[in-house]
Protein backbone atom coordinates (compact mmCIF):
# COMPACT_ATOMS: atom_id res chain seq x y z
CA UNK A 1 0.00 0.00 0.00
CA UNK A 2 1.71 3.25 -1.10
CA UNK A 3 0.79 6.45 1.13
CA UNK A 4 2.04 10.05 0.65
CA UNK A 5 1.64 12.42 2.63
CA UNK A 6 2.16 16.34 2.40
CA UNK A 7 3.45 19.03 4.93
CA UNK A 8 4.41 22.99 4.79
CA UNK A 9 1.51 24.75 3.97
CA UNK A 10 0.53 27.69 5.21
CA UNK A 11 -0.42 31.51 5.70
CA UNK A 12 2.35 33.58 3.74
CA UNK A 13 1.87 37.00 2.44
CA UNK A 14 2.65 37.58 -1.11
CA UNK A 15 6.15 37.80 -1.86
CA UNK A 16 7.22 34.91 0.19
CA UNK A 17 8.44 31.67 0.44
CA UNK A 18 7.38 27.97 1.44
CA UNK A 19 8.61 24.93 1.08
CA UNK A 20 6.21 21.86 0.97
CA UNK A 21 7.50 18.19 1.57
CA UNK A 22 5.55 14.84 0.74
CA UNK A 23 6.97 11.56 2.14
CA UNK A 24 6.52 8.50 0.52
CA UNK A 25 6.05 4.95 1.92
CA UNK A 26 4.70 1.10 0.66
CA UNK A 27 5.92 1.73 -2.58
CA UNK A 28 9.24 2.04 -4.90
CA UNK A 29 9.90 5.48 -4.54
CA UNK A 30 13.14 5.75 -7.11
CA UNK A 31 10.54 4.21 -9.80
CA UNK A 32 8.32 6.99 -9.71
CA UNK A 33 7.41 10.02 -11.38
CA UNK A 34 6.90 12.76 -8.54
CA UNK A 35 4.18 15.22 -9.26
CA UNK A 36 2.17 18.10 -7.69
CA UNK A 37 -0.83 19.29 -8.54
CA UNK A 38 -2.94 22.32 -6.86
CA UNK A 39 -6.52 23.24 -6.62
CA UNK A 40 -8.53 26.24 -6.04
CA UNK A 41 -12.18 26.83 -4.71
CA UNK A 42 -14.40 26.40 -7.76
CA UNK A 43 -11.19 25.59 -10.29
CA UNK A 44 -10.26 21.94 -12.04
CA UNK A 45 -7.19 20.63 -10.39
CA UNK A 46 -4.04 21.86 -12.37
CA UNK A 47 -0.59 20.61 -12.72
CA UNK A 48 2.22 22.31 -11.37
CA UNK A 49 5.62 20.49 -11.53
CA UNK A 50 6.70 16.92 -12.25
CA UNK A 51 10.07 15.39 -11.62
CA UNK A 52 11.23 12.17 -13.48
CA UNK A 53 14.41 10.30 -11.71
CA UNK A 54 14.99 8.17 -14.42
CA UNK A 55 16.44 10.94 -17.02
CA UNK A 56 16.81 13.42 -13.95
CA UNK A 57 14.43 16.28 -15.73
CA UNK A 58 12.08 18.57 -13.96
CA UNK A 59 8.92 20.16 -15.63
CA UNK A 60 6.75 23.07 -14.52
CA UNK A 61 3.64 25.01 -15.64
CA UNK A 62 4.35 28.24 -17.07
CA UNK A 63 3.09 30.36 -14.56
CA UNK A 64 5.29 29.13 -11.84
CA UNK A 65 8.80 28.71 -13.85
CA UNK A 66 11.46 30.63 -12.60
CA UNK A 67 9.25 30.85 -9.13
CA UNK A 68 9.09 26.93 -8.12
CA UNK A 69 11.45 24.02 -7.63
CA UNK A 70 10.59 20.38 -7.53
CA UNK A 71 13.42 18.19 -5.86
CA UNK A 72 13.85 15.02 -4.56
CA UNK A 73 15.68 13.17 -1.89
CA UNK A 74 15.55 9.53 -2.42
CA UNK A 75 17.68 8.58 0.74
CA UNK A 76 14.62 9.95 2.26
CA UNK A 77 11.77 8.88 -0.09
CA UNK A 78 10.68 12.38 0.21
CA UNK A 79 9.79 15.36 -2.65
CA UNK A 80 9.77 18.88 -2.78
CA UNK A 81 7.78 22.08 -3.85
CA UNK A 82 10.16 25.42 -2.75
CA UNK A 83 7.85 28.42 -3.66
CA UNK A 84 9.01 31.74 -3.85
CA UNK A 85 7.96 35.27 -4.75
CA UNK A 86 4.12 33.67 -4.02
CA UNK A 87 1.36 35.62 -5.31
CA UNK A 88 -2.70 35.47 -4.27
CA UNK A 89 -3.03 33.46 -7.16
CA UNK A 90 -0.90 30.70 -5.79
CA UNK A 91 -3.39 30.32 -3.12
CA UNK A 92 -5.09 26.27 -3.40
CA UNK A 93 -4.79 23.10 -2.26
CA UNK A 94 -1.50 21.12 -3.21
CA UNK A 95 -1.38 18.10 -3.95
CA UNK A 96 1.55 15.42 -4.22
CA UNK A 97 1.26 12.02 -6.57
CA UNK A 98 2.91 9.54 -7.42
CA UNK A 99 3.07 7.93 -10.75
CA UNK A 100 3.96 4.17 -11.23
CA UNK A 101 5.36 4.74 -15.03
CA UNK A 102 8.02 6.39 -17.44
CA UNK A 103 7.45 9.29 -19.21
CA UNK A 104 6.14 13.16 -17.97
CA UNK A 105 2.33 13.49 -16.24
CA UNK A 106 0.50 16.04 -16.50
CA UNK A 107 -3.03 14.95 -16.35
CA UNK A 108 -4.83 14.22 -12.76
CA UNK A 109 -5.56 10.69 -14.14
CA UNK A 110 -2.11 10.14 -15.39
CA UNK A 111 -1.15 9.51 -11.34
CA UNK A 112 -2.25 6.43 -8.98
CA UNK A 113 -1.39 7.80 -5.32
CA UNK A 114 -1.74 11.03 -3.69
CA UNK A 115 -1.71 12.70 -1.21
CA UNK A 116 -4.26 14.46 1.07
CA UNK A 117 -3.29 17.79 0.42
CA UNK A 118 -1.99 21.02 1.86
CA UNK A 119 -3.37 24.17 2.46
CA UNK A 120 -1.51 27.55 1.03
CA UNK A 121 -2.82 30.67 1.48
CA UNK A 122 -1.18 34.13 0.16
CA UNK A 123 -2.31 36.94 0.96
CA UNK A 124 -2.28 40.07 -0.63
Known amino acids: QVQLVESGGRLVQAGGSLRLACVVSGGSFTTYVMGWFRQAPGKEREFVAASVWSDGNRYYLDSVKGRFTISRDNAKNTVYLQMNSLKPEDTAVYYC?????????????????WGQGTQVTVSS
Open 97 to 113: AARNAYGLGQRTYEYQY
